[in-house]
């Protein structure tokens, strides 16, 4: 799915961004990516701070042209603020990458890892990365990898809760926020690009069982949620 934002042509990115703007900005994008808007209430929970600091914040990032803010409204993502979101998204999902396949970091611990570096790397540090990395698509977990010049494949991709009984699915993402999640999901052998077959559903949202690699494993719906799958 094409992003609805041109971001190849937003001009360079104002000077004055913190580290804790870039913060803000890729956390709304990541929100209205998928509802348009975002709520004060509901971002100050994804920030973990008060609504007062977040009223504050978004009132700065609308000087800057970078969100759209509106009180009581919510907020919005104008193509300047989610450019530099991308971009540090960008950064994020190569470094993670990079911590996974060169350095040998597992990957229920890059995310925090990358979520110190990705507001301090260079343009060239980030070009190396790519480089050394063979220009790749998408991060450890599945998730795509934004172009350099602002582009992301946001192909829509089922939870693997909404998958029918009996139905043989491949794997396209998981979410990489919960590190317990990823160690138990590696436990037993579910990564991107591994086929899974739900084999049994139990009823009132009781467990869904799912054959991976010959053998079969009960999964929460929480848990399930979490899981992004696509037709073989």
């Not at 960008?90 to 990079?98: I, K, P, V």
């Not at 582009?151 to 939870?159: C, E, F, R, W």
Request: glycine letters at 6%; one cysteine or more; proline letters at 6%.
């Amino acid at each position: 799915m094409a992003d609805p934002l041109d971001y190849s042509k937003v001009e360079k990115r104002p000077q004055a961004i913190s580290r804790a703007m870039e913060d803000y900005l890729k956390t709304i994008y990541q929100q209205v990516r998928h509802d348009g808007r975002i709520s004060t209430s509901k971002l100050a929970e994804a920030m973990t701070c008060s609504p007062a600091s977040v009223t504050n914040m978004l009132q700065k990032l609308s000087d800057l042209t970078l969100v759209e803010y509106t009180p009581y409204q919510g907020v919005s993502m104008t193509p300047a603020g989610a450019r530099i979101a991308l971009e540090i998204i960008r950064h994020h999902r190569l470094l993670e990458l990079y911590l996974s396949e060169i350095l040998g970091y597992t990957w229920d611990k890059v995310h925090a890892e990358a979520d110190r570096l990705e507001h301090v790397i260079s343009e060239e540090f980030e070009e190396k990365i790519d480089e050394a990395l063979g220009r790749p698509s998408k991060d450890p977990h599945g998730h795509p990898i934004p172009t350099k010049d602002g582009k992301i494949d946001l192909k829509h991709a089922a939870t693997l809760w909404e998958v029918a009984e009996g139905q043989t699915v491949l794997v396209q993402r998981v979410s990489d926020h919960n590190p317990e999640v990823l160690r138990y999901l590696a436990s037993i052998g579910i990564y991107p690009e591994v086929a899974l077959e739900v084999v049994k559903r139990s009823p009132f949202n009781g467990p869904l069982y799912v054959q991976v690699k010959g053998e079969e494993h009960g999964l929460s719906e929480e848990l399930a949620q979490q899981i992004n799958v696509a037709e073989p």
